[in-house]
């Protein structure tokens, strides 16, 4: 029987994982040189101390154990990235999104008492993504939710139309692992016409101020192909490049099936995000502009 000893040694239980199948093994739990039976008792520990990111590393490591083991529903771990929609406002009005029909019917902020009941984890979690169905930084009390995630050592990415950066966001731009920034047009024409109520100029500038103040983040352009723009895709590379992108993803498009003739179906044949996507890498600007040619424009 294999013995297996975590002690946050994320590498280790990686490597012991990658050499032999978890059949039969036994697991014990040591920190600071003292073994503990139950990993509940270094969580306590760490959490009293304040030692995060030790935290996150024996988390992880937890979760490779019964993940491996197949115990997944014993669940002795915490989630080690979440998603959390902070907001379903949203100030654009995209010709491919459900915001253009329902114009922020029924959208809400975060409440305080939601965000209480997540922040027990947060110790836990090492990455978190702000975005769902509305512009993250429209989001009521964003200064306090990133000052919670700083506090606890959570990394972040998120998407937004960037149309706008809130002050608060600055603080923060090293907690930022990458943000995806919605761009589907080179041009004014092509850009507004997509993605309506905002303005291309103010796109741009708030590119530009971003990559400066925050030249160590990742910034990737996220493109949802459909007939308006397909024209303008090594364009949009070209734009990326100037504007010191790191790197463009393309997401296919599609309507949801019935050309806007279902009973009670707002999307009006208009086009939906289907989630297959591909990333173009600026560094080989050559090459990821033929991989364009080869995979998308032959395949839509």
Known sequence: MTHIIIDGNVSKIKSILEGAPLLDASVSYMCDGISYGDIQDIYNLLLGEKRYS???D???CKFLIENA???MEKRKY??????IEHTSYCNARCIMCYHYYMQNQGAHHMQEHVFEKIREWLPFVRLVGLHGFGEPFLAK???????????YGVELYTNTNLSFIPDEVEDYYDDFKFINISCDGATKEV??????NIRFEDFIRNVKQLRMNAPDTELIFAVVLMRQNLHQCEDMVRLAS?????KVTFSKSATCGCSGKKAGCRCGGAMQFAGTSFTCGLHLFGEGTGYIKRHVFLEI
């Open 191 to 196: 850009f507004e016409g997509i993605r309506q």
């Open 141 to 151: 009390n964003l200064d306090f939710y990133l000052s919670e995630y700083h506090k």
């Open 69 to 71: 083991a197949g115990q």
């Open 242 to 246: 100037e504007l010191g992108i790191n």
């Open 54 to 56: 030790e935290l996150k």
């Open 58 to 60: 024996y988390n992880e």
């Open 78 to 83: 915490y989630p080690l990235c979440m998603q």
